[in-house]
T-cell receptor, first 115, second 114 residues
Framework: DQQVKQNSPSLSVQEGRISILNCDYTNSMFDYFLWYKKYPAEGPTFLISISSIKDKNEDGRFTVFLNKSAKHLSLHIVPSQPGDSAVYFCAASGVSTGTASKLTFGTGTRLQVTL | DAGITQSPRHKVTETGTPVTLRCHQTENHRYMYWYRQDPGHGLRLIHY???????DKGEVSDGYSVSRSKTEDFLLTLESATSSQTSVYFC?????????????FGSGTRLTVV
């Protein structure tokens, strides 16, 4: 059962416009939410995160919004640049239970930023 | 990426043979993870380690075993490779084992089982 869902497999946005990537989750015990970016033939790289006590976190062109009641988060990229073209993964975890927190990933959204 | 390397980068093996993938880190991080990436499934956790000789199963652990005899090395073994284990395997490390700080991933190993 997919606990973290990214329902849009792909998204195409013009350079300079806003990209909005969406993610839904089902596990109410998740407390941390992260976005990763992945280029072909490379490992995922950490982009931005948010804890459940916040509803927004901003880092430069990237902003993550969390709506806990709807179990929904989104990543906004403004303005979008061609170098942002990649696969974006949403991930979530609960509070560490003593051994390690484990990230559960969504299926990914491929973003293409066109000129 | 700097601080974490996976070997080999590519491997083709035959069904039924054992295969070992290696993850090596120079960051002295306590936590290490093995994920596999498949189309339509994203990244799924196979096994993880929270210290030397301390490991536990993830959501897709069947057919896999791991070992961690040193802080820097985390080995993933496919005991008898099957075609369903054709995938891209990623190792990740984490200093705190806590969700907000994220993991650092290696560049991946593309494994093909024929």
């Amino acid at each position: 059962d997919q606990q973290v869902k990214q329902n849009s497999p792909s998204l195409s946005v013009q350079e300079g416009r806003i990209s909005i990537l969406n993610c839904d989750y089902t596990n109410s015990m998740f407390d941390y939410f992260l976005w990763y970016k992945k280029y072909p033939a490379e490992g995922p790289t950490f982009l931005i995160s948010i804890s459940s006590i916040k509803d927004k976190n901003e880092d430069g062109r990237f902003t993550v919004f969390l709506n806990k009641s709807a179990k929904h988060l989104s990543l906004h990229i403004v303005p979008s640049q061609p170098g942002d073209s990649a696969v974006y993964f949403c991930a979530a975890s609960g509070v560490s239970t003593g051994t390690a927190s484990k990230l559960t990933f969504g299926t990914g959204t491929r973003l293409q930023v066109t000129l | 990426d700097a601080g974490i390397t996976q070997s080999p980068r590519h491997k083709v093996t035959e069904t039924g043979t054992p295969v070992t993938l290696r993850c090596h880190q120079t960051e002295n991080h306590r936590y290490m993870y093995w994920y596999r990436q498949d189309p339509g499934h994203g990244l799924r956790l196979i096994h993880y380690s929270y210290g030397v000789k301390d490991t536990d199963k993830g959501e897709v652990s069947d057919g896999y075993s791991v070992s961690r005899s040193k802080t820097e090395d985390f080995l993933l073994t496919l005991e008898s490779a099957t075609s369903s284990q054709t995938s891209v395997y990623f190792c990740a490390i984490s200093e705190l084992g806590q969700g907000l700080s994220g993991y650092t991933f290696g560049s991946g190993t593309r494994l093909t089982v024929v």
